[in-house]
C-alpha cells in the first residue's frame, strides 16, 4: 500500500482522521476523500458546496480560493471578512464568482456607505436594512439577490435620497414608480426633484390665488406632469401659468432625459 498522503485542507481537522480510517480500511485515496465529503464537518468546513445529490461544486483548492477573494473584496471595502464569513457558504452555492462579488461590494460601498447619508436612510426605510455598514453589505450577499435586484434596490433608495436631500419625503412605492419610468440615476432624480423644490410653490401660490378647485398642488400631481405626462395635470399647469404668467414664469424650467423620457418643463407650449 503506497504511503498515505494528507490534503492540506483537512490536516488538523476531524475530517483527517475520517480520511486516514477510510484509506486504511478501502486503500482508495479517491473513495476515501469521497467519504470525507459526506461528512457534517465537511459540510461545516466547506458550507455551500455540496449539491443535494451529493456531489460538489468546486474542488476544495477552489472553494478556498474563492473564499479568499470573498474575503479580499469584504477587505477593500473598509469591513471585517471574519463577520461576513457565514455568508460565503451562500454565495457559493448560488454560484457566485470572485469577481461577480467584488462587482457587488464596490457597488454597495460607492453608492450606499460612500453615499450620502439619506441613501442608507432609504435603504433601511424601503427595505429594512439596517443602517449599518456590516448590516448593508450583508443585506447584498445572499445569492438571491443578483445584479439586477441589488442595483434595482439601489437606485429606488437613491431616487428616495435624492427627494431627501430636496425636502420630499417619498414612499418607496412612488420612488419605484419614478425608476421605472426612467429616473433612474441619481443625476436625473436631482434634477426632478430640484425642478419639483423650485416649481411647487409657485404652482401652490397661483393655485391658491385664481381659487383653482385643487389648490394643492403636490409632488405626486407635478411627478404626473413632467414624468408620467398626465395630460390633466399637464392642463392645469399650462392654465395657472397662462392665467399670472406676467407675475410667476416658469416656461424656462426645462430638464431632459437621455433614456427616450423627454421632460418638456413647464413651458406653456
Given at each position: 500500500?503506497?504511503?498515505?498522503?494528507?490534503?492540506?485542507?483537512?490536516?488538523?481537522?476531524?475530517?483527517?482522521?475520517?480520511?486516514?480510517?477510510?484509506?486504511?480500511?478501502?486503500?482508495?485515496?479517491?473513495?476515501?476523500?469521497?467519504?470525507?465529503?459526506?461528512?457534517?464537518?465537511?459540510?461545516?468546513?466547506?458550507?455551500?458546496?455540496?449539491?443535494?445529490?451529493?456531489?460538489?461544486?468546486?474542488?476544495?483548492?477552489?472553494?478556498?480560493?474563492?473564499?479568499?477573494?470573498?474575503?479580499?473584496?469584504?477587505?477593500?471595502?473598509?469591513?471585517?471578512?471574519?463577520?461576513?464569513?457565514?455568508?460565503?457558504?451562500?454565495?457559493?452555492?448560488?454560484?457566485?464568482?470572485?469577481?461577480?462579488?467584488?462587482?457587488?461590494?464596490?457597488?454597495?460601498?460607492?453608492?450606499?456607505?460612500?453615499?450620502?447619508?439619506?441613501?442608507?436612510?432609504?435603504?433601511?426605510?424601503?427595505?429594512?436594512?439596517?443602517?449599518?455598514?456590516?448590516?448593508?453589505?450583508?443585506?447584498?450577499?445572499?445569492?438571491?439577490?443578483?445584479?439586477?435586484?441589488?442595483?434595482?434596490?439601489?437606485?429606488?433608495?437613491?431616487?428616495?435620497?435624492?427627494?431627501?436631500?430636496?425636502?420630499?419625503?417619498?414612499?418607496?412605492?412612488?420612488?419605484?414608480?419614478?425608476?421605472?419610468?426612467?429616473?433612474?440615476?441619481?443625476?436625473?432624480?436631482?434634477?426632478?426633484?430640484?425642478?419639483?423644490?423650485?416649481?411647487?410653490?409657485?404652482?401652490?401660490?397661483?393655485?391658491?390665488?385664481?381659487?383653482?378647485?385643487?389648490?394643492?398642488?403636490n409632488l405626486e400631481d407635478f411627478a404626473a406632469a413632467e414624468i408620467f405626462s398626465d395630460p390633466g395635470q399637464r392642463r392645469t399647469i399650462r392654465r395657472l401659468l397662462a392665467q399670472e404668467r406676467s407675475t410667476f414664469s416658469l416656461s424656462n424650467a426645462t430638464i431632459r432625459r437621455t433614456d427616450g423620457y423627454g421632460l418638456t418643463g413647464l413651458a406653456d407650449t
Amino acid at each position: 500500500m503506497p504511503d498515505l498522503y494528507i490534503p492540506i485542507w483537512m490536516r488538523g481537522t476531524p475530517m483527517e482522521a475520517v480520511y486516514k480510517d477510510a484509506w486504511i480500511e478501502t486503500g482508495d485515496a479517491m473513495l476515501a476523500r469521497e467519504l470525507v465529503r459526506q461528512t457534517d464537518y465537511y459540510s461545516t468546513a466547506f458550507s455551500g458546496n455540496v449539491r443535494d445529490d451529493g456531489s460538489v461544486r468546486y474542488d476544495e483548492d477552489t472553494y478556498l480560493s474563492f473564499v479568499e477573494s470573498y474575503s479580499d473584496a469584504i477587505l477593500s471595502a473598509g469591513l471585517n471578512p471574519d463577520l461576513f464569513t457565514s455568508k460565503y457558504g451562500d454565495l457559493i452555492a448560488g454560484n457566485v464568482s470572485p469577481n461577480e462579488f467584488a462587482s457587488r461590494v464596490e457597488t454597495v460601498y460607492n453608492r450606499v456607505i460612500d453615499a450620502v447619508p439619506e441613501v442608507k436612510q432609504k435603504l433601511s426605510d424601503y427595505y429594512g436594512v439596517p443602517m449599518t455598514n456590516q448590516a448593508i453589505m450583508a443585506s447584498f450577499m445572499d445569492a438571491d439577490v443578483g445584479a439586477a435586484i441589488l442595483e434595482k434596490r439601489i437606485a429606488v433608495s437613491e431616487v428616495g435620497a435624492e427627494a431627501s436631500v430636496r425636502g420630499f419625503n417619498i414612499a418607496q412605492d412612488f420612488a419605484n414608480r419614478l425608476y421605472e419610468a426612467g429616473t433612474d440615476t441619481t443625476s436625473e432624480a436631482a434634477q426632478f426633484f430640484s425642478l419639483a423644490e423650485n416649481s411647487l410653490p409657485v404652482l401652490n401660490a397661483l393655485a391658491a390665488r385664481h381659487d383653482d378647485p385643487d389648490d394643492d398642488f403636490n409632488l405626486e400631481d407635478f411627478a404626473a406632469a413632467e414624468i408620467f405626462s398626465d395630460p390633466g395635470q399637464r392642463r392645469t399647469i399650462r392654465r395657472l401659468l397662462a392665467q399670472e404668467r406676467s407675475t410667476f414664469s416658469l416656461s424656462n424650467a426645462t430638464i431632459r432625459r437621455t433614456d427616450g423620457y423627454g421632460l418638456t418643463g413647464l413651458a406653456d407650449t
